[in-house]
């Protein structure tokens, strides 16, 4: 009986903290075959952490829910240069149907770099900003 209340405590917890983060879209680029969404969002948490900027490629018309399944990162307590959305400052383009380049600013703190999602290949640039 302990055991079982042990393992269920930490997933409570973790079931209470994913309601409080909320994400904004700050930029969305649509793919040239108009299947996927570049999406890049602000994540906030709440006060106890700074914002992030987070990147997702969705089907088309889809908005982010959850973390970006494709970049995360944040300022870096305040070195990397931030966007609008006060996350470290990021751009996306995309190049063909299946290949996206992300943009980022240099001293940004990477949590999440994948290099491809649904046939989507991505390339990742640091930007001097």
């Given amino acids: 009986m302990l055991k079982a209340s042990l393992l269920i405590i930490p997933c409570l917890m ?3 903290c ?3 983060c909320e994400n904004s879209v700050a930029a969305k680029a649509t793919s040239p075959d108009s299947k ?3 999406v890049i969002f602000q994540r906030d ?3 106890t952490t700074g914002y992030s900027t987070q990147i997702s490629i969705l089907d ?3 908005v982010p829910t959850g973390s970006g399944n494709i970049f995360r990162a944040d300022d870096n307590h305040g070195v990397a240069a931030v966007g609008d959305w006060q996350g470290p400052w990021a ?4 190049v063909a149907p299946d290949r996206l380049i992300v943009r980022y ?4 703190r990477i949590f999440e770099q994948i290099s491809a999602v649904d046939d989507v290949k991505i390339d990742y640039r640091q930007v001097g900003r």
Avoid: Q, V
């Fill in 18 to 20: 994913s309601g409080t």
């Fill in 91 to 94: 751009d996306i383009k995309w």
């Fill in 60 to 62: 088309n018309g889809s």
């Fill in 14 to 16: 973790a079931a209470g």
């Fill in 105 to 108: 600013a240099s001293k940004s």
């Fill in 36 to 38: 996927h969404d570049a």
């Fill in 45 to 47: 948490c709440g006060a």
